[in-house]
């Protein structure tokens, strides 16, 4: 089973970027769909965007589209988010997820493997 770890959270102001990492170990991640998700307290883990492991297709939930970007580097093993015009209610913590699905998904129960997380916080 493939290990997880994220990186890269912190504390930034309204309208600035924050790029995160999830650094891959155990399997290589070209073997997997990857995805992101956060939560706050007291609510659902959510889907924020995934890419597929055949194409590089990718998905994004609609209140990150056109801010965030996922991209996957293969040969470093390692998934990243990169945020960018960062809002105070994307604060909560982002989980890196692995699955076995070709394509993406937004499903949580797609995804068999999690990090720990990375708390982002953002300051209006």
């Known amino acids: 089973q493939v290990q997880l770890v994220e990186s890269g959270g912190g504390l930034v102001q309204a309208g600035g970027s924050l790029r995160l990492s999830c650094a891959a170990s155990g399997r290589p991640i070209s073997v997997y769909a990857m995805g992101w998700f956060r939560q706050v307290p007291g609510k659902e883990r959510e889907f924020v965007s995934a890419?597929?492991?055949?194409?590089?297709?990718?998905d994004y939930a609609d209140s990150v589209k056109g801010r965030f970007t996922i991209s996957r580097d293969n040969a470093k093993n390692t998934v990243y988010l990169q945020m960018n015009s960062l809002k105070p209610e994307d604060t909560a913590l982002y989980y890196c997820?692995?699955?076995?699905?070709?394509?993406?998904?937004?499903?949580?129960?797609?995804?068999?493997?999690w990090g720990q997380g990375t708390q982002v916080t953002v300051s209006s």
């Open positions: 997820a692995a699955g076995s699905r070709w394509g993406t998904s937004r499903s949580v129960a797609d995804f068999g493997s």
């Open positions: 890419i597929s492991r055949s194409d590089g297709g990718t």
